[in-house]
């Protein structure tokens, strides 16, 4: 990932950075009064940082979570069908209204979901042509009763998860709270230089193993930021998966 990338980059150079301030100190700080600033600094660093990863990873199982609570209401609008009966020309229009809908996530939604643009979240065209296809079941037993009722209740709860679904992929990490963790890690890193070391070599080991951590924690609050393109990127498998299923049902039919 480019992003990734840049990052060590960066630490590499802030490392470099470390090596020089090391070697040729710019200026003396007395220890006690650095030792007690940086603890004190490097607890609201980390607590700062936990608090952000926490909501970056419950944002980012709720867009899962939501995903596949969507999928598995699309396989019972699916299945629901098998209740219908002797309306085989109005099980298929829904059928393909639903191969619509799954095809619409991937191709249109799914694109503004990578994006930082702005998605609709009224109800889809895809969605109504869906209700309008169920509305045509005439009613002939109790089986096509039960059918209509589960039917209309799946599709209200599709609408719902597409919503969340939507609506969570919008949440982004604000712009002061980033810029505060990316002043925060370059301040911990700095101060972290000017602590009192004898030992070069291990001042030197240290202070790498502190940039590591640092760049280490930034990295993940980008890829928790960033659920689709990350390394822990959510993808439309799920989608894609279900379009196979329902066309392999229809081929075997």
């Known amino acids: 990932m480019k992003i990734n990338h840049s990052i060590i980059i960066t630490g590499l150079l802030v490392l470099g950075l470390n090596y020089l301030l090391i070697t040729y100190p710019l200026w003396h700080v007395e220890e ?64 393909e209204n639903i191969k619509m809908y799954a095809e619409s996530i991937i191709e249109k939604e799914w694109p503004q979901m990578m994006s930082s643009n702005k998605v609709d979240m009224d109800t ?25 009722s589960k039917l209309i209740d799946t599709v209200g709860n599709i609408t719902t998860h597409r919503t969340n679904r939507l609506y969570s992929c919008g949440e982004k990490l604000p712009f002061l709270l980033t810029l505060f963790i990316i002043i925060s890690s370059i301040l911990v890193v700095f101060i972290f230089t000017l602590l009192p070391i004898q030992d070069t070599i291990i001042r030197f080991l240290l202070n790498g193993i502190n940039i590591f951590a640092v760049v280490f924690i930034y990295m993940i609050i980008w890829d928790l930021s960033h659920p689709f393109k990350g390394t822990w990127s959510i993808n439309n498998e799920p989608y894609r998966d279900f379009l196979i299923r329902v066309s392999c049902d229809d081929k075997n039919r």
């Open 32 to 95: 006690s009064t650095l030792e007690i600033f940086f603890s004190i600094f490097s607890i609201i660093y980390a607590i700062v940082a936990g608090f952000i990863i926490m909501v970056l990873l419950e944002n980012y199982n709720a867009i899962n979570g939501h995903i596949w609570s969507e999928i598995n209401a699309l396989q019972d609008l699916r299945d629901y069908l098998i209740y219908v009966d002797n309306q085989n020309d109005i099980v298929d229009e829904i059928k």
């Open 124 to 148: 889809s065209a895809e969605v109504y042509a869906i209700m309008k296809s169920i509305n045509k079941i005439e009613v002939t037993n109790r089986s096509d009763v039960v059918a209509l």
